[in-house]
Structures are given as structure tokens and as C-alpha cells.
T-cell receptor
């Protein structure tokens, strides 16, 4: 079954404690992206990757890091989480190419709370 | 960054009635536009997309959307809603070849 898998689905942590949210897709997609969803703001792009070892900042990259060492995985790293990073996070992937990249497949989301 | 506006935060509609959700995109010579749906507790699912050609596009679950360049709009419609259509709907615009900008979303409530 084609899917994007995120872990953990739920996490409560404390300020400053490094954490990683993993994302894996089994569709051989080139493009992967991370979004955060906050009430009234919709989804905002954090980082994206067009292929292995190719990543770039989205609209709200501050406080986050990513890596793309393998095509299927695109982890999101919060080196020193702060309460304003409390949010619902989505990983998504798609084939690469102008007419494909907007057709995103989403994971089920990871709800992160930073105390 | 390009911006997408969804003027309606929340819409309530009766089951069996028609539904129209508004979306306005920022100017672009060739806008690539999408509608996504998010059911409670789920990720987003693509309903339909517009790249070029016919201004009326058909999607899944009986939805359609009409692109109007003169109004910078891409409104989503469904002739007869079902209770399962209760969800949050997001309009999105693709820009700079690899960025997808989402609107703030419209929550649809369906009453019996």
C-alpha cells in the first residue's frame, strides 16, 4: 500500500530537548516536504527536498533542520524545541516535475507539544 | 511568496444542499491550483487540480472547481453534499516550481 509514514504520531516534550520526527515514503517519490498546521494559518511549508542531498527552506524554517540521505526518508529535526513549535506536523511526498509536485501524498500527522 | 485566500472560515450546509467554497489566488501567469480535503484526524487528500485547459475541472467524491482568471478565483463546488463531506478544505497554489502555498482552510459542517 502506498503511504507516507510519520513517527511519532504524538509527542510531548520539554523546551530544549532535541527531537526528531521521522518520515518515510514507499512510492519512490523524489519530492518530499514538511508542513506545520496551526489554527487559522493553514499549512505552512518548513522545508522541502527535491531529491537525495537536495533540500531547501520553505516559508517557516527557523528552528528546524532536515536531511535527505536516502530517497525514502526525510526526517525533521528540532535541535532545541521551544513552545512556539507546538503544532501539528505533516510530511508529504510526490513525484518530481511541475505537473506532479503539487499532487502531494500526506502522512497522518505528528502532534507535537513543547512544554 | 504567493498567497492563497479562503474568505470563509466556516460554512454550515444541510445534507443534500449544494456547496461552494471560495478561493482567491495571487497573480500568476500560469497558476497551478489545487483543492485538498482533510477529514478529522487525518492527513490531507487531493480532491482536484488545475494546470491549464478547461476552466471547469472534475475531481474525486463528486467535487468540481472552476478557474476564473479575471477574478483570480478557483472555487470548489458540489451539487449535493453528504454527511461524509464534513471536513476542512484547503485551496493551494503551486509556485516557484517547487513550493506549494496553502490557504487557511474552510471548515464545512453538514447538518442533517
Amino acid at each position: 500500500e502506498a503511504q507516507v509514514t510519520q513517527n511519532p504520531r504524538y509527542l510531548i516534550t520539554v523546551t530544549g530537548k532535541k527531537l526528531t520526527v521521522t518520515c518515510s515514503q514507499n512510492m519512490n517519490h523524489e519530492y518530499m516536504s514538511w508542513y506545520r498546521q496551526d489554527p487559522g494559518l493553514g499549512l505552512r511549508q518548513i522545508y522541502y527536498s527535491m531529491n537525495v542531498e537536495v533540500t531547501d527552506k520553505g516559508d517557516v524554517p527557523e528552528g528546524y533542520k532536515v536531511s535527505r540521505k536516502e530517497k525514502r526518508n526525510f526526517p525533521l529535526i528540532l535541535e532545541s524545541p521551544s513552545p512556539n513549535q507546538t503544532s501539528l506536523y505533516f510530511c508529504a511526498s510526490s513525484l518530481w516535475g511541475r505537473e506532479n509536485t503539487g499532487e502531494l501524498f500526506f502522512g497522518e500527522g505528528s502532534r507535537l507539544t513543547v512544554l | 511568496a504567493q498567497s492563497v485566500t479562503q474568505p470563509d472560515i466556516h460554512i454550515t450546509v444541510s445534507e443534500g444542499a449544494s456547496l461552494e467554497l471560495r478561493c482567491n489566488y495571487s497573480y500568476g501567469a500560469t497558476p497551478y491550483l489545487f483543492w485538498y480535503v482533510q477529514s478529522p484526524g487525518q492527513g490531507l487528500q487531493l480532491l482536484l487540480k488545475y494546470f491549464s485547459g478547461d476552466t471547469l475541472v472534475q475531481g474525486i467524491k463528486g467535487f468540481e472547481a472552476e478557474f476564473k482568471r479575471s477574478q483570480s478565483s478557483f472555487n470548489l463546488r458540489k451539487p449535493s453534499v453528504h454527511w461524509s463531506d464534513a471536513a476542512e478544505y484547503f485551496c493551494a497554489q503551486f509556485y516557484n516550481d517547487y513550493k506549494l502555498s496553502f490557504g487557511a482552510g474552510t471548515t464545512v459542517t453538514v447538518r442533517a
